[in-house]
């Protein structure tokens, strides 16, 4: 009974701290009722991308130095053919390892376009899989517009 009286507290630690990982994790994930595009046959570690939008909209990613190296600062930016549509932010995760989220704010530069700044983390995994979904905010809600890349340790 005494040992039970020992153990009795570190398992409810236990219970909530998992609780609370996934329920943290679950948030961070974003809104489910976020429309998600993916668009086709375009790779951003070797080119610009396009997405198009349900309104015919056309949004145009870019991601620069090309190819995109690993712990090196990388350019976003991000232009809209459209009206009403403002992105939010880029949100690159790890699709072959977790790598945690890599979230860059875009901000309007005054001429059409949102530019952000980030860098990428260095993986055990020589080749790397990375998703990157753009959030946009328009007029009927969010969308978010998801690309795939992969990356190449040295």
Same mark, same amino acid.
């Given at each position: !009974?005494?040992? !039970?009286?020992?153990?009795?507290?570190?398992?409810?630690?236990?219970? /909530?701290?998992?609780?609370?990982?996934? /329920?943290?994790?679950?948030?961070?994930?974003?809104?489910?009722?976020?429309?998600?595009?993916?668009?086709?046959?375009?790779?951003?570690?070797?080119?610009?991308?396009?997405?198009?939008?349900?309104?015919?909209?056309?949004?145009?990613?870019?991601?620069?130095?090309?190819?995109?190296?690993? !712990?090196?600062?990388?350019?976003?930016?991000?232009?809209?053919?459209?009206?009403?549509?403002?992105?939010?932010?880029?949100?690159?995760?790890?699709?072959?390892?977790?790598?945690?989220?890599?979230?860059?704010?875009?901000?309007?530069?005054?001429?059409?376009?949102?530019?952000?700044?980030?860098?990428?983390?260095?993986?055990?995994?020589?080749?790397?899989?990375?998703?990157?979904?753009? /959030?946009?905010?328009?007029?009927?809600?969010?969308?978010?517009?998801?690309?795939?890349?992969?990356?190449?340790?040295?």
């Amino acid at each position: !009974m005494a040992r !039970m009286k020992k153990i009795l507290p570190v398992v409810l630690f236990l219970i /909530l701290a998992a609780m609370g990982y996934f /329920l943290a994790r679950h948030l961070a994930g974003g809104d489910a009722s976020i429309e998600q595009l993916a668009p086709e046959g375009c790779d951003l570690a070797a080119q610009s991308c396009e997405g198009i939008l349900g309104d015919g909209s056309v949004v145009q990613l870019a991601v620069q130095p090309r190819p995109i190296e690993l !712990m090196k600062p990388l350019k976003v930016e991000v232009q809209v053919e459209g009206t009403g549509w403002t992105p939010l932010r880029l949100d690159i995760t790890g699709l072959n390892m977790e790598m945690g989220l890599n979230r860059t704010s875009l901000n309007p530069d005054g001429r059409g376009r949102w530019r952000g700044e980030t860098i990428l983390p260095i993986c055990s995994q020589r080749r790397m899989h990375w998703q990157a979904a753009l /959030l946009l905010q328009g007029p009927e809600g969010a969308v978010q517009l998801l690309y795939e890349f992969h990356t190449q340790r040295p």
